[in-house]
């Protein structure tokens, strides 16, 4: 079996340290499109936050609504600078004692530095605990299956706003199902099942899984064409939630008051985004490369928007997801290097 790491390929990358693939990656994709694979996303950073204060104390400081955060829930959540900027994005999961925040590839000193700077007298411990826990990913329509415990995002638990801005229903609620798995937790997430695992029982539980695994490639191929936001690729540093598609799973419209809310309310209730996440598809004829993280896309010569993240894609070809400015129509000619490129719309 050929496994290539990420590492191999660009050192400089946020996902150097797990597999790129495993021999075929658009056998991968077809997979990860049809049954399930389960994905190494060791690399992502966790941070551990104790304490009988947690929930609350980070109800206060993100965009979420998670004072009844109890055990066995999760869900998402964004930290936002004083201007509505996107500055933090990480997943939670309450096991009762410990709510454990997964983030970004390097991402997670940053946000434990500012959780610290926001502690005060609460009663909370956060650390960084990416030593003792990894995250693997279980991806495809037959993860659920696996899991039948695991009940899609429930309605009535946790208020959260599963739901674009602009539509979003009084008093919508949801949350992620969590279940202990092998000494770690089993998530519910859009894309299959996150497994939250002691690190030195990564090789264990992937083995005792039984499933087929599939590098990152066909991982990112898959969320880039279901349009699944990562922070750092389809972000910068003046991206607001409502432009980057984190509205629906991270951002709560009816809850008290947070850094960065008056922009969210802002756009909310008085107008559209200046820029929106957008899938292009690219003709691949000039470069057989997809182009890098933040490579301009242009119309008439002028730059409209940045490529978030490009992939190969075993059905649509060579896509990228992108950030553009609003006003770019769906039937624009734009270019991306030497590509055409092309809106889904």
């Known amino acids: 079996m050929t496994v290539i790491m990420v590492e191999d ?30 994905v190494d996303r060791s ?33 998402e959540l964004l930290v936002l600078s004083p201007h509505g900027h996107v500055e933090h994005h990480a997943l939670v999961t309450e096991d009762g004692t410990t709510a454990w925040l997964d983030t970004e590839p ?34 495809g329509p037959a993860a659920a ?57 990564k090789t264990s539980v992937i083995e005792k899984l039984g499933v087929p695994r599939v590098g990152l490639w066909a991982y990112e191929a898959i969320r880039v064409a279901a349009r699944v936001p990562r922070l750092g690729h389809e972000t910068d540093h003046k991206t607001i939630p409502a432009e980057a598609g984190f509205m ?23 107008g559209r985004p200046p820029r929106r996440l957008v899938l292009l598809h690219l003709d691949g004829i000039a470069t057989d490369h997809p182009p890098a993280q933040g490579t301009p896309v242009e119309l008439d010569g002028r730059a409209v928007g940045f490529v978030g993240t490009a992939v190969r894609h075993h059905e649509l070809g060579m896509v990228a997801s992108a950030v553009l400015k609003r006003n770019v129509a769906d039937d624009a000619r734009l270019t991306v290097g030497e590509s055409a490129a092309a809106i889904e719309a």
């Open 9 to 38: 390929l660009d050192p400089s990358s946020a996902d150097a340290g797990v597999p790129a693939h495993f021999g075929d990656p658009m056998k991968e994709q077809r997979l990860l499109e049809t049954a399930v694979g389960v």
């Open 145 to 201: 299956d696996m899991f039948p415990e695991l009940a899609a995002p429930r309605i009535g638990a946790v208020p959260g706003p599963k739901f674009a801005a602009g539509s979003v229903p009084p008093g919508a609620t949801a949350v992620y199902d969590v279940r202990p798995f092998e000494g770690g937790l089993a998530r519910r997430v859009p894309l299959g099942v996150d497994l939250l695992v002691p690190r030195h029982a």
């Open 106 to 139: 390097g991402a997670g000193a940053g946000l434990l530095k500012y959780l610290e700077m926001m502690r005060f007298f609460t009663r909370v411990e956060p650390r960084d605990a990416t030593s003792e826990i990894a995250v693997l990913s279980l991806v």
């Open 43 to 75: 690399n992502r950073d966790v941070l551990a936050v104790p304490g009988d204060e947690r929930a609350s104390w980070l109800h206060t400081l993100t965009t979420q609504h998670l004072a009844g955060l109890a055990a066995n829930q999760g869900s």
């Open 248 to 270: 629906a799973a991270a951002v709560h419209l009816d809850k008290g008051c947070y850094r960065g809310q008056e922009t969210v309310a802002r756009v909310h209730h008085l």
